[in-house]
């Protein structure tokens, strides 16, 4: 009869410590959930158009987007075809940040100074993420990567 309580014992142990893992990597294992970026630590990749949906829930979150860009006058800001009426305007952070590409001579000779938003400019930005609005929010850049033209 022990035997068979042990039995039970454990494998109610085992439940229990497979509930917990799975509810953890649940909260910080996946990229992207139903629009809401996973808790944990570190710099989540997501989607411009999945970043912005997920509203105030991605408020504050450590985020790395790849998209198109441009500027004008006075904005930077990121867009997603897939998503056309969201838009992220980019903060730099340091001065060595530039998200307007202008104060690199390289850069700006090869994709020009602004950036025109048709051109299919990309780039992947890293930083923290801030609700504005249901469409609209602002990335405090840190860091930019991997600027290329796509068609």
Known sequence: MSLNVESSGSLGLSKIAGILLFLLCATSCSEFNGGRIATGTGTSSVELCQLVAGGKSNDGRHVRVRAAFGSGAEYVRLFDKKCPSSTVFLKGTRDDVDPTLC?????????????????????TFTGTYHFVSKKLGRLEVEEIANVSKEQ
Do not use: I
């Not at 104060?103 to 780039?123: A, D, F, H, Q, T």
């Open 103 to 123: 104060r690199s001579e390289e850069l700006s000779k090869r994709y020009g100074c602004p950036v025109n938003g048709e051109s299919g400019v990309r780039g």
